[in-house]
């Protein structure tokens, strides 16, 4: 299957400061990227979608100012998590589909966040 | 609004005891049903899509399949390899989101 990556997998920030994530798809151009926030023992939920060169459509109860998503090029999407608090420790997960007439979305490594 | 229901939440087997996972779905036309394996602290890896009712597909010891109303993950003869979260979910017709299910956590003992 296609592959996406993610980086990092791991970060740990101080509370106050913002943290970048990034996906990238490596071997596929990706016109649409998601992210999605995983909890402990819970299911992913869908934060935003993002599509190369327009900006991002955020799920409901998402905020926008806080959680910054670029898709600049057709195989990179970044997160921007601003001003980040511990609440907002949580493992984050970017997928990319393969085409528009694609259905299959691959999935990144994730990135665990922890906000001290 | 679309759901997703998976069955058992866990599951344990012996290494050899085969069995299922259940997903049933409510769904304004179904574009896809995917099942998808998940290691801890690691992102979903792609197993199968289902497109229609009686569509079936296999993989080494997993073979998925598909009703109008569920689909089921069927294990044959697992390996303590197999143990993971195994997730399901539906993407509707005209939107390009997923929908996920909560996950079947499956542990198989050698």
């Known amino acids: 299957g296609a592959v996406v990556s993610q980086h990092p997998s791991r970060v740990i920030c101080k509370s106050g400061t913002s943290v970048k994530i990034e996906c990238r798809s490596l071997d596929f151009q990706a016109t649409t990227m998601f992210w999605y926030r995983q909890f402990p023992k819970k299911s992913l939920m869908l934060m935003a979608t993002?599509?190369?060169?327009?900006?991002?459509?955020?799920e409901q109860g998402v905020e926008k100012d806080k959680f910054l998503i670029n898709h600049a090029s057709l195989t990179l999407s970044t997160l921007t998590v601003t001003s980040a608090h511990p609440e907002d420790s949580s493992f984050y997960i970017c997928?990319?589909?393969?085409?528009?007439?694609?259905?299959?979305?691959?999935f990144g490594q994730g990135t665990r966040l922890t906000v001290v | 609004e679309d759901q997703v229901t998976q069955s058992p939440e866990a599951l344990r087997l012996q290494e050899g005891e085969s069995s299922s996972l259940n997903c049933s779905y409510t769904v304004s036309g179904l574009r896809g049903l995917f099942w998808y394996r998940q290691d801890p602290g690691k992102g979903p890896e792609f197993l199968f899509t289902?497109?229609?009712a009686g569509e079936e597909k296999e993989k080494e010891r997993l073979k998925a399949t598909l009703t109008k109303k569920e689909s089921f993950l069927h294990i044959t003869a697992p390996k303590p390899e197999d143990s993971a979260t195994y997730l399901c979910a539906v993407s509707r017709a005209g939107y390009s989101t997923l929908t996920f299910g909560k996950g079947t956590m499956l542990l198989v003992s050698p």
């Open positions: 997928s990319a589909r393969v085409g528009p007439g694609n259905t299959e979305a691959f």
């Open positions: 289902l497109y229609s």
């Open positions: 993002s599509n190369e060169g327009s900006k991002a459509t955020y």
